[in-house]
């Protein structure tokens, strides 16, 4: 195991690496590994993996391959730990919590392994490994802490996850996330609008509500109307300029969560909410509690109140049992609805759920066949539906990142109000990530827009201020910044089949 030199007291002068998988509730319990780390005297190491004191798996576990991909990387990374044996590897997360008894059998060289409900243990459970010289694994059946309690290292400063729920109530045949994270549990609306208020206050200007059935909050405090007043109670934030969520559920899509968005303004034009099959037939076998005609008409109903909202789905194609009269009722739903982008999936087995035993299973080919037209068709979509953007003028929050240069031309990127891509040519004026930009879209890809001409307004913010801020005290010597608030969130995160999914 790793070294017990006296000297290497928790963290001090020790580099840490994590690598991060799965769908958003991953990368915001990333942040929060990064945040407990960095606390505890660890430094983000700046030459990647290999060359850290502490590489950390945070793993996902709902794709049939998922074991594949962490032994493989844990294979790779052997001869590091051998090569250096101070080095420290850590694998948490659903995996973790699913395989816990297997791990250290298929890598012993492992040196802790610990669950989805007790992330805060790892720098105490890191340095027990070290000291003892032995591998540690601790897995918690239930919720130790709720997970926002936990020091977070944000990775940009202008916009942030902030959990209101964890866990699912939902027995979906697809799905092995309640299993690995619990039944829903909820914190107290005025818990998370304090979390709110103080990053707003550190810069944030944009917020995405995250829970694994985002608006079935309040079922475990007993509030059915929970989510509606939290949005219309995030409107009230002063400096808060954007608000999103992710991802909701058909079943708990109520009338007044529709009005709470249209009645709101900083709550953004825009909607995920994942479909999985059109078919009747196949969504009772995956104990998806709507129907067709209840989907769309929350589609319609979304709509009527809110006419240039975005919407966007996942959709799993291929499900046991799925025959092609099912999947044309998916193609049939997806005409209807009309969506901005769709996350589709190629069904895969998930040991452990119901949806792996059954009879039916899709052949690999008719799956991929049905994929590819989904794709063609949703992009044919896709595409239409951006060109209706084409001559509008939209307000752009700028994103990290250089750019692009095409030519001569110097492009930057942000998202719109209803989260859709847009390029744009960087002005004259100086702005940064969190600053907001007023442009006139002249073209339309698939999956962006572009305005070709210059930009009409710059409106310098508190979020840009915050990120030149934080770029600053990145740029300062070593140890000087130990995290700061803010997320970048340039890009909706595919709700991998069946996590954060609704």
Known sequence: MSSSDPSQTVGVNRSYAIRT??????????????????????????????????????????????DNKLYGNLGRLAPAKTRRPGMQIAVGGCLAQKDRDTILKKAPWVDVVFGTHNIGKLPVLLERARVQEEAQVEIAESLEAFPSTLPTRRESAYAAWVSVSVGCNNTCTFCIVPALRGKEKDRRPGDILAEIEALVGEGVSEITLLGQNVNAYGSDIGDRQAFSKL???????????????????????????????????????????????????????????????????????????????????????????????????????????????????????????????????????????????????????????????????????????????????????????????????????????????????????????????????????????????????????????LGLPGIGVPAPLPATQGCAAG
Request: proline share 5%; hydrophobic share 35%.
């Open 231 to 481: 949005l219309r109670a995030c409107g009230a934030i002063e400096g808060l300029e954007r608000v999103r969520f992710t991802s909701p559920h058909p079943r708990d899509f109520t009338d007044d969560v529709i009005t709470a968005m249209a009645g709101t303004p900083n709550v953004m034009p825009q909607l995920h909410m994942p479909l999985q099959s059109g078919s009747d037939t196949v969504l009772r076998a995956m104990r998806r509690s709507y129907r067709q005609d209840r989907y769309l008409g929350i589609i319609e109903k979304v709509r009527a109140a809110i006419p240039h909202a975005a919407i966007s789905t996942d959709i799993i194609v291929g499900f046991p049992g799925e025959t092609e009269e099912d999947f044309e009722q998916t193609l049939h739903v997806v005409r209807e609805a009309r969506f901005a982008q769709a996350f589709t999936f190629q069904y895969s087995k998930r040991p452990g759920t119901p949806a792996a035993e059954m009879e039916g299973q899709i052949p690999k080919a008719t799956v991929q066949e049905r994929y590819e037209r989904l794709v063609a068709l949703q992009e044919e979509i896709s595409w239409e539906e951006n060109k209706k953007q084409v001559g509008r003028t939209l307000e752009v929050m700028v994103a990290e990142g250089e750019g692009r240069k095409d030519g001569e031309t110097h492009r930057l990127s942000g998202r719109a109000a209803d989260n859709r891509l847009v390029h744009f040519t960087r002005p004259d004026e100086d702005v940064r990530p969190g600053d907001m930009v007023t442009v006139d879209i002249s073209y339309a890809a698939p999956h962006h827009l572009l305005a070709q001409g210059p930009v009409t307004r710059v409106r310098r913010t508190r979020a840009g201020d915050a990120w030149e801020r934080r770029t600053a005290e990145q740029a300062a010597p070593q140890g000087v910044m």
């Open 21 to 66: 998988y799965g769908c958003q509730m991953n990368v915001h319990d990333s942040e929060r590994l990064s945040g407990l780390l960095e606390g505890a005297g660890y430094v983000r190491a700046p030459e990647g993996e290999e060359e850290a004191d502490v590489v950390v798996f945070n793993t996902c576990a709902v794709r049939e391959n998922a």
